[in-house]
């Protein structure tokens, strides 16, 4: 299917234990966006990407990892979940900047116990 | 840094009456873009409409308009004749110029919940 696609939608982890998120996009878009969303604080930008092979942080990257090797794909690895992680992590996509829409995935809940 | 406020954390309507979310953000910057978000109850988040800061004509989509005040650092939405499908989180977001580093990522706010009352 068309669009921006999270899996897994939900995910239930132990601290200390690796955990990949993966964003998948079939637009063939430039720049890919990994956000978080937590209760009182709106979305905050972890990661991005402006093209395969090109990655930045974003205003929260601590405990994260990201890589493109594939313009369409854009996985967020926690390399040793922490609690501080839970959250629910949005994955999205534009063709450029400006006033370009930015299409944003379902989502992915994960929980870090 | 650039920074969006929402100062209402919710809000209630009656259906078919009209609301008015408010958003302030600061910046230094001179060229920027303005959008609004909404995200119900399903999580998905869904473009509600854009403006750039040099068109001083307010954006308008169907129910949905803005009240852009560029001196003020101000981007209010306006929804007319709200419907119970307009329940939903709201956030204002920013984004810089494409150049000078900045790669496009949206600056939110903290959002506002509008509820609507049938």
């Known amino acids: 299917d068309a669009g921006i696609t999270q899996s897994p939608r939900y995910k239930i982890t132990e601290t200390g234990r690796q955990v990949t998120l993966m964003c998948h996009q079939t637009?063939?878009?430039?720049?890919m966006f990994w956000y978080r969303q937590d209760l009182g604080h709106g979305l905050r930008l972890i990661y991005y990407?402006?093209?395969?092979?090109?990655?930045d942080k974003g205003e929260v990257p601590d405990g994260y990892v990201v890589s493109r090797s594939k313009t369409e794909n854009f996985p967020l690895t926690l390399e040793s979940a922490t609690r501080s992680q839970t959250s629910v992590y949005f994955c999205?996509?534009?063709f450029g900047g400006g006033i370009d829409e930015q299409f944003f995935g379902p989502g992915t809940r994960l929980t870090v116990l | 840094a650039q920074t969006v406020t929402q100062s209402q954390p919710e809000m209630s309507v009656q259906e078919a009456e009209t609301v008015t979310l408010s958003c302030t953000y600061d910046?230094?910057?001179?060229?920027?873009?303005l959008f609004w978000y909404k995200q119900p109850p399903s999580r998905q988040m869904i473009l509600v409409i854009r403006?750039?800061?040099?068109?001083?004509q307010n954006a308008t989509e169907n129910r949905f308009s803005v009240n852009f005040q560029k001196a003020a650092k101000s981007f209010s939405l306006k929804i007319s004749d709200s419907q119970l499908g307009d329940a939903a989180m709201y956030f204002c977001?920013?984004?810089?110029?494409?150049?000078?580093?900045?790669?496009?990522?949206?600056?939110f706010g903290k959002g506002t919940k509008l509820s609507v009352k049938p």
């Open positions: 990407s402006a093209a395969a092979d090109i990655t």
């Open positions: 999205a996509s534009s």
């Open positions: 977001a920013y984004r810089s110029p494409n150049y000078g580093g900045s790669q496009g990522n949206l600056i």
């Open positions: 403006q750039e800061a040099y068109k001083q």
């Open positions: 637009w063939s878009h430039s720049y």
């Open positions: 910046t230094s910057e001179s060229d920027y873009y």
